[in-house]
């Protein structure tokens, strides 16, 4: 019986991810066993993953961007993430290296999947960031980027762009490291609330 479901990690499974991530073996196998509970297929569906999210923004909608992860994260676009996909997800998002995080950063960003990003694949990318940034704390952004329209338009203007130019992955790597402000704009800061609520479930 040596399919996927098997409920122990597989060595070359096993040393891929270790030499990938920085997560141990112990880490590894505990987490794959909370997986194969949560998602005894051994994959995870778009309506799981979007769940996952809404149960960290109770006071917001996840949705949208919770479906955009998914979508770079899904590397054979199957419409799930196998334990694999989901363990590089969760290092990406939490701790990767700065260039690895850019990359899977440009992967988000690239809605079409068409090596390049547009200034409208820019502002549907902001506007589900926003989605997730409750009223209250949206008032107290600067002038120039309270609203998803006028952040995208500085991430665009940053890059020197006219209005149907595109970003190829390297530029945009390039002009994120050289510029820490964009690297601000283009991800989700998760709001002191929700840093405080995470810290209160850790004690």
Known sequence: MGNTKSSALSKELLEE???NTKYSEAELCTWYQSFLKECPSGKITKEQFEGIYASFFPGADPSAYA?????SFDTNADGTLDFKEYIVALH????????????????????????TISKNEIQEI?????????ADD??????????????????????GKKENDKISEGEFI???MDNKDILRLIQ????????????????
Do not use: C
């Open 174 to 176: 390039q002009g994120v």
């Open 67 to 71: 479906r955009h992860v998914f979508r």
């Open 17 to 19: 991810l270790k030499s």
């Open 92 to 115: 990406l998002t939490s701790g990767g290296k700065t260039l690895q995080k850019l990359e899977w950063a440009f992967a988000l960003y690239d809605v079409d999947g068409n090596g």
């Open 138 to 159: 949206q008032k107290n952004l600067p002038d120039d980027e309270n609203t998803p329209e006028k952040r995208a338009e500085k991430i665009w203007a940053f890059f």
């Open 126 to 134: 902001v506007r589900s960031i926003f989605n997730m940034i409750p």
């Open 188 to 203: 989700y800061d998760e709001p002191q609330k929700i840093k405080d609520k995470l810290k209160e479930k850790k004690h």
